[in-house]
Structures are given as C-alpha cells and as structure tokens.
C-alpha cells in the first residue's frame, strides 16, 4: 500500500499507515508522580531523542505507554498501571531516558527516601 496522497514521502509508514516509532523507556518526575513508561520518538527525525520531543514549542502533552506510577503526595498508596498516560509537559520536573538494559522497574518499586539536608 502507498502512503496517501499529499502525505510526506520521506515518512517512514507500516502496512497500516502508522507512523513508526521507537519506543524509549524514560522514568519521570512531575508534580505530584513518579511515572515509569515509554515514550515514543522518531527515528531519523530532528525529533530523533528525548530531548528533541521535550523542547518543542508547540508541543503541550507527552503520550506514554505502559506505565507505572505512584503518587509523591501519597507515597504509601500502591503503585499503579497504565495502557497509557498523557502528561502535561508544564508539570514535568525530570525526565531520564533509561537503557532497555536497566533494571529501572526493580529501583523505581522502591519508595524514595527523604533528605533532610537540616
């Protein structure tokens, strides 16, 4: 099948027309969660890293996949799933791009401990 018309020829497309993408596993803090998942970028774009996707202007939302979360308000609720998550970027405090080959669910599982620096 061939793209439709009027669409970008340089885009890579799969049989159903979706655009492909690499799914990048990234840990998260925001204002009030700790968000283990995958976010999805564009291989051999300018929006080709994490980094790339987090600074554009227009973008308002990041989508993410397969997620793990827990509250920081409520740390001793248990921590949940999702399919999918949409976060707001305006409340994103830390983003960090993990390897597949990190144990990044087993340190997340952990509660995060408090310093006091007093």
Same mark, same amino acid.
């Given at each position: ?11 890579? $497309? ?18 009030? $969660? ?11 774009? $300018? ?11 227009? #973008? ?34 830390? !983003? !960090?791009? #993990? ?20």
């Amino acid at each position: 099948m061939k793209p439709m018309a009027g669409a970008d020829p340089s885009a890579a $497309y799969n049989a159903n027309h979706k655009l492909q993408t690499e799914a990048i596993r990234v840990s998260m803090i925001t204002d009030d $969660y700790e968000i283990d998942g995958f976010m999805h970028i564009k291989p051999g774009s $300018y929006q080709s890293r994490v980094s790339d996707v987090l600074n554009i202007k227009e #973008l308002h939302f990041i989508p993410l996949t397969n997620v793990n979360y827990r509250s920081l308000r409520f740390p001793n609720e248990p921590r949940r799933t999702a399919d999918t998550m949409i976060v707001r970027l305006d409340t994103i405090k830390m !983003v !960090v791009p #993990l390897d597949s080959q990190d144990k990044a669910s087993s340190s997340l599982s952990k509660p995060i401990e408090k310093i006091n620096p007093w």
